[in-house]
């Protein structure tokens, strides 16, 4: 998982806490791979993905994105599942394909799950830290 530390750019670290979170299993999700240093791997990261869409998930009509907080940090996602169950079942098939993020160190990159509310509050706030605690307190 991405580290809380002298990387991370100073107007993440001053919007830690101002996200408001909510926990509800049963809306839409989407799949979030936090990337603390965008560059031309987070492209092949987004490609990648895509390409798994279609091979191992093709019924399920998946789209993948990216958006950035600041010029080195963002996020890919892959959206959207009608709850957290099968967001989760998707996220474990992701994290097994280790060919997806085999140019990541695991300090690069952290994988996880958001609702469409919360990923709506997280682009509006950018406060990344603050959900991902959110993130490791309430879903794993």
């Known amino acids: 998982t991405a580290k809380k530390d002298s990387t991370i750019a ?3 670290k001053s919007a830690e806490g101002k996200g408001v979170y909510a926990y509800d299993t049963k809306v839409e999700h989407l799949l979030m791979v936090y990337i603390a240093k965008v560059d031309g791997r987070t492209m092949a990261l ?5 390409d798994f869409n279609q091979m191992k998930h093709d019924s399920e009509e998946l789209a993948t994105g990216q958006n950035l907080f600041t010029v080195k940090e963002g996020v890919v996602t892959v959206s959207k599942f009608s709850n957290a169950v099968f967001a989760k079942i998707y996220l474990n098939d992701v994290v097994k394909e280790q060919l997806l993020f085999q140019q990541f160190n695991k300090d690069d990159y952290s994988v996880c799950l958001i609702s469409t509310d919360n990923f709506n509050e997280l682009l509006k706030t950018r406060d ?5 605690d959110f993130y490791k307190k ?3």
């Open 46 to 50: 987004k490609a990648g993905l895509s």
């Open 138 to 140: 309430n879903y794993k």
């Open 128 to 132: 990344i830290l603050g959900y991902l």
């Open 10 to 12: 100073p107007e993440l």
